[in-house]
């Protein structure tokens, strides 16, 4: 398969996945979600690859979700559904990773952004049952937040460089689906 956004190579028994949009900071987009996925399966299925590495093209990792779509940005569109929500792409990607067969290793080569770092939930999520488990909250929460005033204020006043006015209150409007992870062990 032909990729538009990533670098696939083999060489010496490593395969070598490069995010390719070094003018956009390797910002994420469904079709790198897409090709990044493809090219695990290519990994896994090649008995040649001993090992991966995923690096960045330029000088960032990768930027995050790109932006250019304004306040629209985590807005769903077709997407696959986790009960009912639409799955989070950035955790669909790490699954895939998390699935690998081969050992991974991440050659962070500047700035990782967002879907270009671990998450907090990603990182409350070692006490689920599972990665899916976690991946399962993050794309319930993705999909209820994604489109959120919050959301959508703090993406357009980047764009625009200037202050956001979040109008959201920790107080009154946490989505009833925030995981209570980690379990706090009583006794420590």
């Known amino acids: 398969?032909?990729?538009?956004?990533?670098?696939?190579?083999?060489?010496?028994?490593?395969?070598?996945?490069?995010?390719?949009?070094?003018?956009?900071?390797?910002?994420?987009?469904?079709?790198?979600?897409?090709?990044?996925?493809?090219?695990?399966?290519?990994?896994?299925?090649?008995?040649?690859?001993?090992?991966?590495?995923?690096?960045?093209?330029?000088?960032?990792?990768?930027?995050?979700?790109?932006?250019?779509?304004g306040g629209a940005t985590f807005g769903h569109g077709e997407a696959e559904l986790i009960d009912g929500y639409p799955r989070d792409g950035g955790g669909t990607v790490a699954l895939r990773i998390a699935a690998c067969l081969k050992p991974v290793i991440a050659a962070v080569n500047g700035p990782a952004v967002g879907v270009g770092a671990i998450r907090r939930l990603m990182w409350s999520g070692l006490s689920a049952e599972s990665p899916w488990q976690a991946h399962a909250a993050d794309s319930r929460l993705m999909a209820e937040l994604g489109g959120a005033p919050d959301a959508v204020e703090g993406v357009t006043a980047f764009l625009e460089k200037r202050p956001a006015a979040f109008p959201m209150r920790v107080s009154k409007d946490l989505p009833e689906g925030l995981p209570d992870w980690p379990y706090r062990d009583e006794h420590v």
């Open 1 to 69: 398969m032909a990729f538009s956004e990533i670098d696939y190579t083999v060489t010496d028994g490593v395969a070598t996945v490069t995010l390719k949009r070094p003018d956009r900071l390797n910002a994420f987009t469904f079709t790198m979600r897409s090709e990044l996925i493809d090219a695990f399966d290519q990994a896994d299925a090649d008995d040649e690859v001993r090992a991966v590495v995923v690096t960045g093209a330029g000088r960032a990792f990768c930027a995050g979700a790109d932006l250019s779509g």
